[in-house]
């Protein structure tokens, strides 16, 4: 947690998410992407592991196209022979030709933009414009205007964030009023992420591979979307009953506290702060 503090301080959240991370909740919605454009617009294309799960998944999730959106200042493993780290770059693929199921050079379309390649961009809302599915790791210091700006645009999306973000006065209203739920996969505990080789590392978590990447694990991140899932129908069977002393009421909010979905009482008709939100 202390690392995620210092890191959005410094404005330092380039955390790479882990392709384990991506193919566990990914698999809860594959019902909503056939014939759709998905946009990655917070992912440099050569390392990306949101980019790579859908190249390698293109047929099978029947999508019509993949775009991902680089921002200048990413550093990327040359993967198509290009020495261009410096730039701002917008990649499009339509699909496997050769049939080793590995986006090529003849199988993509790779253009320089104008800007940065920031997500706020009139170029990268261009493309906003016309995606389908934005599926990402935005920066978690700019979590609440990357959100509304998804919502401006009435877009549907699977983002990570932090379980914090939960709380924002620009977040809760949308949760609410049941236009944005959390995802399936990550419900406690911390998950690892890469960080870029010039990041400073505060952690004792920093962890290095035998090719000298690097790793640090980050505590309550949630998946965050609205994207429909079968996690959001299940019924719930309670079995505590509602006594005032064991359930506090608020005193500005007409809520009691229930700390854990499992303590929600079953005999209480109001509403309950925190555990519709997040499960233990």
């Not at 190249?55 to 019509?64: H, I, Q």
């Not at 990570?160 to 809760?172: C, L, M, P, V």
């Amino acid at each position: 947690m202390r690392d995620l503090h210092k890191a959005k301080k410094n404005k330092a959240d380039e955390f790479y998410t882990q392709f384990d991370v991506i193919e566990k909740e990914l698999k809860h919605y594959r019902k909503h992407f056939e014939g759709k454009v998905v946009y990655c617009n917070c992912d440099d294309p050569y390392t990306s592991n949101f980019f790579e799960y859908f190249a390698k998944d293109f047929e099978n999730l029947a999508l019509k196209k993949l775009i991902a959106t680089r921002y200048k200042n990413t550093s990327p493993i040359d993967l198509f022979g290009e020495n261009d780290e410096k730039r701002a770059i917008k990649l499009e693929y339509l699909g496997d030709k050769d049939g080793d199921g590995l986006p090529s050079i003849d199988e993509t379309k790779v253009t320089e933009l104008q800007g940065n390649g920031d997500f706020r961009s009139e170029e990268c809302i261009e493309l906003l414009k016309q995606a389908d599915i934005v599926c990402t790791n935005p920066p978690f210091s700019l979590f609440r205007e990357y959100v509304k700006q998804l919502m401006k645009y009435n877009k549907k999306f699977l983002v990570i964030g932090h379980q914090n973000a939960i709380s924002y006065s620009e977040i809760f209203p949308y949760i609410k009023e049941n236009k944005i739920w959390l995802g399936v996969s990550i419900r406690s505990g911390d998950r690892e992420f890469g960080i870029p080789p010039h990041y400073e590392a505060y952690s004792n978590s920093l962890r290095l591979d035998k090719e000298g990447n690097r790793y640090i694990r980050v505590s309550g991140v949630r998946w965050y979307t609205n994207l429909d899932h079968d996690k959001r129908h299940e019924f719930l069977t309670l079995n505590k009953n509602y006594s005032p002393e064991k359930y506090p009421h608020y005193d500005n909010y007409d809520a009691i506290e229930v700390s854990k979905t499992k303590d929600i009482p079953q005999n209480w008709g109001g509403a309950d702060g925190r555990a519709h939100f997040i499960s233990e």
